[in-house]
């Protein structure tokens, strides 16, 4: 069939590209020229393992495309897909004026749309959304495309794709869920998504919006978790990696081992946003969630201790290895690394930074806008090796994990070396400086 899919960001252009190379005629949809062109040239506007081959064999087979028409993308399409931003308002809400927008153009397009593919067109929602958007935002603005020749349904259909390894993810889902009140919504779903190895689940629409809240609240609890062991256990000189190692074998009670790891905090473009969101509903409905806040908290805190451990280091030129979220990606939005070496600017340190991801020449969207924000000098501090950022460095702050990082770190080891993921390996932690985050 042909799928339009509005937004090309993380989401969608991994959704476009997998539709796309399992025979759906395609069509990505983004008011970002850059991004557009990006795609139509056959590279991915973003940083994601696999996209890049996917996005080039699709355009070059004719049956991925990019465009800034929304007219173009939804004539003779059956489904489109809603993947923009939902991010957080000044007051931890949901801000759905992306979705707002690709809706209403959606629906003022489908009523002039020559050659519709059928009586029916399906909207599906891909976006993170409080419960109640389909049903009091989405559905009230289709009912100005409902005519006599065309009838619209709305969906919640939502995705569970990890930055890093969203290709691999999109087609090994942990489940497939869509949520609405009009069944011929599901059925257009279901076949659009039959190339995968799994059954789709069918359930109320509030029940698919509230689904990824509760997972991605579930996540980051389980980061923070970890995190609180080793920041009380590193105190009795106990290495909490192991004590959550033995934890995670209690796959009965303990549930499983995804997240709990004691490490850096939680951040990105999912967890902090829908965990403010969540306690946002619940301030609205009074409602009290001291898990959540406490969880916000605590991330917090990670933060915090690792400032104060650097300021008491007494060091003042300082390496950085690692700036986005996780490994694997360039997403820098809300990124821990990032809120770190602002502090540490602020307060004067002399910062160098290594990524082997993130080129800042290539950061567009709101990427771009979230690292301007808080490091409008970010070309300055970067370097272009991690021999270069722990040269002559007091102190090293490390996320990152790659083999030039761990030689550089043997070769110029800084005089002391706070490992922020746990995963660095014994040659790094044999070193006389080194010290883990929560360990």
């Known amino acids: 069939m042909k799928v339009a899919v509005f937004g090309m960001g993380y989401v969608g252009s991994v959704t476009a590209a997998c539709l796309a190379a399992n025979g759906h005629d395609v069509w990505g949809v983004d008011v970002d020229r850059l991004k557009v062109d990006t795609i ?6 973003v940083v994601e393992a696999g ?13 991925l495309h990019a465009t800034t028409r929304v007219d ?20 931890g809400g949901t801000d759905l004026t992306h979705i707002r927008a690709a809706v209403s153009d959606i629906a003022a397009t489908l ?50 794709l990890r930055e890093g390894s969203g290709v691999s993810d999109f087609f090994d ?12 919504v ?32 579930f996540h980051a609890t ?5 995190n609180e062991m080793g920041r009380i256990f590193r105190r009795y000189g106990v290495d909490a990696r192991k004590v959550m190692e033995l934890f995670c074998t209690d796959t009965t009670l303990n549930i499983a081992p995804t997240y709990l790891r004691p490490g850096f905090a939680y951040g990105g473009s999912c967890l902090p946003k829908d965990l403010r969101s969540l306690l946002h509903m619940a301030r609205m409905n009074g409602a009290d969630l001291p898990l959540l806040a406490g969880t916000m908290a605590t991330n917090e805190l990670v933060v915090h201790d690792v400032v104060d451990r650097v300021v008491a280091a007494g060091g003042r030129e300082v390496a950085l290895l690692g700036l986005s979220f996780k490994a694997a990606t360039d997403d820098l939005r809300e990124s821990p690394s990032v809120e770190l070496a602002e502090r540490l600017v602020g307060k004067g340190f002399n ?10 020449t290539r950061l567009i969207g709101a990427n771009l806008r979230h690292v301007e924000s808080k490091l409008p000098h970010l070309r300055r501090l970067f370097v272009d090796s991690p021999a270069d950022a722990v040269r002559g460095a007091d102190l090293a702050l490390v996320s990152a994990t790659d083999a030039t990082v761990v030689g550089a770190l043997a070769d110029y080891p800084p005089a002391r070396i706070i490992d922020l993921s746990g995963r660095l390996g014994g040659s790094v932690e044999a070193l006389p400086g080194y010290e883990g985050v929560g360990w």
């Open 351 to 360: 910062l160098r930074i290594y990524d082997a991801v993130v080129n800042p």
């Open 51 to 63: 996209l890049d081959e996917l996005i080039a064999r699709g355009v070059a087979g004719g049956t």
């Open 111 to 160: 009523p002039t749309v020559r050659h519709p593919a059928s009586a029916f067109h399906s909207v599906v929602i891909r976006s993170t959304v409080p419960p109640g958007t389909v049903d009091g935002v989405v559905v009230p603005v289709l009912a100005n495309a409902t005519s006599s020749r065309l009838s619209v349904g709305a969906a919640m259909c939502p995705e569970f």
């Open 72 to 91: 173009e993308a939804l004539d003779g399409a059956e489904v489109s897909l809603v993947c923009v931003g939902t991010p957080s308002t000044s007051t």
């Open 173 to 184: 889902p942990p489940l497939v869920v869509v949520g609405s009140g009009d069944p011929r």
């Open 222 to 226: 389980k980061v923070s978790f970890a």
């Open 40 to 45: 139509a040239r056959g590279r991915s506007p």
């Open 186 to 217: 599901g059925r257009v779903v279901t076949r659009m998504f039959r190339f995968l190895d799994r059954s789709v689940t069918l359930v109320d629409v509030r029940s698919a919006e509230a689904l990824k809240y509760a997972c991605n609240a």
